[in-house]
């Protein structure tokens, strides 16, 4: 049945988000779910990754230089860590961003982003 194989391809690729607490990118899903199912391809997790994004499931983690990862989407402001030497990006609690720069006259923030780099416990 084509429906119900969708569906189980579906929950492996969002039982691969419930099994870890970092953005995943796409070849790490691909790994993770392919133990649940059988002959999953990259190309059927790029097509769930679109239908959970447009879900509003899941949200793209974008950092400059390297391809997009994914995580649930709704958390709480969080900020990333890009391991320099496995690639692997994690999620870092809480906003580092203590300092408020000055800004122009006239100008308002009405968010912020940015990504941590260096080497991961796993990478020393
Ligand atoms: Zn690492
Ligand atoms: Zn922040």
Request: proline share 6%; charged share 25%.
């Amino acid at each position: 049945m084509t429906t119900q194989r969708n569906t189980r391809q579906k929950q492996a690729i969002r039982s691969a988000f419930d099994k870890t607490d970092r953005p995943l990118s796409p070849e790490e899903i691909l790994q993770s779910a392919r133990g649940d199912v059988k002959g999953l391809s990259l190309a059927t997790v790029y097509r769930n990754l679109s239908a959970l994004l447009e879900e509003d499931w899941l949200q793209a983690v974008e950092i400059p230089g390297i391809p997009t990862r994914y995580e649930r989407a709704g958390k709480e402001h969080h900020h990333h860590f890009h391991c320099n030497t496995c690639g692997k990006v994690y999620e870092v609690a809480g906003c580092a961003m203590q300092v408020k720069p000055r800004l122009p006259r006239g100008f308002r923030i009405t968010g912020h982003e940015f990504t941590l780099f260096g080497v991961c416990p796993d990478c020393q």
